[in-house]
Nanobody
Framework: QVQLVESGGGLVQAGGSLRLSCAAS????????MGWFRQAPGKERAFVAA????????YGGDSVKGRFTISRDNAKNTVYLQMNSLEPEDTAVYYC?????????????????WGPGTQVTVSS
């Protein structure tokens, strides 16, 4: 079993930054792709970013490209999401997840373990 716990969320003004962390325990996640998703009120959970076991990254469209950066520290069994130039539209609960395999994927069904989420609220 793998347990994932997100942290780093909070309230920030538009234009500000936050760094989310996802700490894994139970088993190492270094051999698996990891992803970040977000869910805004009344909307479906949406892909934000993913990083493969080898460090390759993919992002969920122009809305986050250039503003968000995903990274991982395998020694700490932790994945990060650096979020800059935050906008009110980024307000959501952010979830990290471990994929079934090594390859970064945007497909939500390819993720096996999920954290409970952390709230990010961006005020205008």
């Amino acid at each position: 079993q793998v347990q994932l716990v997100e942290s780093g969320g909070g309230l920030v003004q538009a234009g500000g930054s936050l760094r989310l962390s996802c700490a894994a325990s139970g088993r190492t996640v270094s051999s698996f792709a990891m992803g970040w998703f977000r869910q805004a009120p009344g909307k479906e959970r949406a892909f934000v970013a993913a990083i493969s076991a080898s460090g390759g990254v993919t992002y969920g469209g122009d809305s986050v490209k250039g503003r968000f950066t995903i990274s991982r520290d395998n020694a700490k069994n932790t994945v990060y999401l650096q979020m800059n130039s935050l906008e009110p539209e980024d307000t959501a609960v952010y979830y990290c997840a471990r994929a079934w395999g090594r390859v970064a994927t945007t497909r939500i069904e390819m993720y096996e373990y999920w954290g409970p989420g952390t709230q990010v609220t961006v005020s205008s």
